[in-house]
């Protein structure tokens, strides 16, 4: 059983940064994989972001690609979500989710993530 416990959200200006964490507990991230989704009310969570553990491959969302970064520290079994140049749209309810699976193309999908945080609120104003 993994546990996954989220921080870091809060509110920022527009062109402002946020560094998001999301840590485990319970085991560690190796052999997983770790999403960052974002979800506004009443609207579908979206991907944001993935990165492989092993691997630290990652991918993002076309709307994050060049502001978004993820990363890790294995001593602290954490992944970060640097958020640069934050725009109004960003704002949303961040979650972030573990999957106990290899890397491929599946990653942006929601429903093979089976552990979640709590989620964490970012907000941005113009």
């Known amino acids: 059983q993994v546990q996954l416990v989220e921080s870091g959200g809060g509110l920022r200006q527009a062109g402002g940064s946020l560094r998001l964490s999301c840590a485990a507990s319970g085991r560690t991230f190796s052999s997983y994989v770790i999403g960052w989704f974002r979800q506004l009310p009443g609207k579908e969570r979206e991907f944001v972001a993935a990165?492989?553990?092993?691997?630290?491959?990652?991918t993002y969302a076309d709307s994050v690609k060049g502001r978004f970064t993820s990363s890790r520290d294995s001593a602290k079994n954490t992944v970060y979500l640097q958020m640069y140049s934050l725009k109004p749209e960003d704002t949303a309810v961040y979650f972030c989710a573990a999957a106990p699976r290899g890397w491929g193309p599946w990653v942006v999908g929601e429903e093979v993530y089976e552990y979640w945080g709590q989620g964490t609120q970012v907000t941005v104003s113009s």
């Open positions: 990165y492989n553990w092993d691997s630290r491959s990652t």
